[in-house]
């Protein structure tokens, strides 16, 4: 049997990615390709939404979707913990509904992700810098957000990070106490240094994404994940079981 998928953003750098694992994989059927200008109703009759659209308009097509008892997989940006526990009590009203929200997909990434929220309780000094293509609307990125959201969850009762002179724009916008720095440059596709700061000492956990190839195997394990799942999840570190690496009681 095979799941029916429509791809909200389907013509998108990363729709166009999704579209073609669907083509290809022999449990998923391509149900429809959505734009900006279609209209929602033409998910209905699709087994699984994928939105990869624009942060502006994720929250509308998942709120359709949701409404109409369908499953998600959101590969968009700006899902913030705020966002999300609306969402949460949204697809509360429906039993049996799933959300899965990735971040990124890139299993690289996650897991610099995971190793940067292991290393925040030993440094008080924390900044990250995100690099993707000019193209990319907004900023910080999802992945950027999420890393910074983890750090703060996992200092716990360690408070803020220490992030002078904040009062200036050049440092950056503020997730979670960090300074998130972004930078949108011609040439690139993406990257993320978390930098961690101690006495006499840096380490710095760097992700670059070199080609939309990194994407495919964890696009392929959220999708099968997405048509299964019930309530709200967010993150492919729980599909790869990278939960367990962070001591109970820290990661949301």
């Given at each position: ?25 022999d ?5 429809a390709r959505?734009n ?6 033409d998910?209905l ?8 659209s ?5 929250h509308g097509?998942?709120?359709?979707a ?5 499953n ?9 913990g705020e966002?999300i ?13 799933g959300?899965l929200?990735v971040p990124?997909?890139?299993?690289g ?15 008080d000094?924390i ?10 609307i907004?900023?910080p ?5 999420r890393t910074?959201?983890?750090?703060g969850?996992?200092?716990?009762r360690l408070g ?15 997730v ?8 949108r ?6 990257r993320?240094?978390v930098v961690?700061?101690?006495t006499?000492?840096t ?11 990194s ?6 394990l959220?999708?099968r ?5 019930s ?10 079981g990278?939960?367990?690496?962070i001591p109970s009681?820290i990661a949301?």
């Open positions: 049997m095979t799941t029916t998928v429509a791809v909200v953003g389907a013509t998108g750098k990363l729709g166009q990615i999704v579209t073609r694992i669907v083509d290809e994989a449990d998923f059927t391509l149900g959505l900006s200008a279609s209209p929602l109703e998910m009759g699709a087994d699984l939404v994928v939105d990869v624009t942060p502006a308009a994720s097509i998942v709120d359709f949701v409404g109409h008892g369908l998600v997989l959101v590969g968009t940006s700006g899902w913030t966002r526990l609306s969402l949460e009590t949204r697809v509360a009203a429906h039993p049996g509904v959300v929200i990124n997909f890139s299993v990434s996650v897991i610099g992700t995971t190793l940067a929220t292991l290393a925040a309780r030993f440094f000094s900044e990250i810098v995100e690099a993707h293509s000019a193209s990319k907004d900023s990125s999802g992945t950027a957000v910074a959201e983890l750090i969850v996992a200092r716990g803020p990070v220490i992030a002078p002179h904040t009062d200036q724009r050049a440092r950056g916008q503020q979670s106490s960090i300074p998130i720095h972004s930078l440059l011609q040439g690139l596709l993406a993320q240094d961690f700061g101690g006499g000492e380490l710095t956990i760097s992700h670059v994404t070199q080609s939309g190839s994407y495919e195997s964890g696009i392929l959220a999708l994940a997405a048509n299964q799942a309530g709200v999840t967010v993150g492919l570190d729980k599909l790869l990278l939960d367990i690496l009681g949301p």
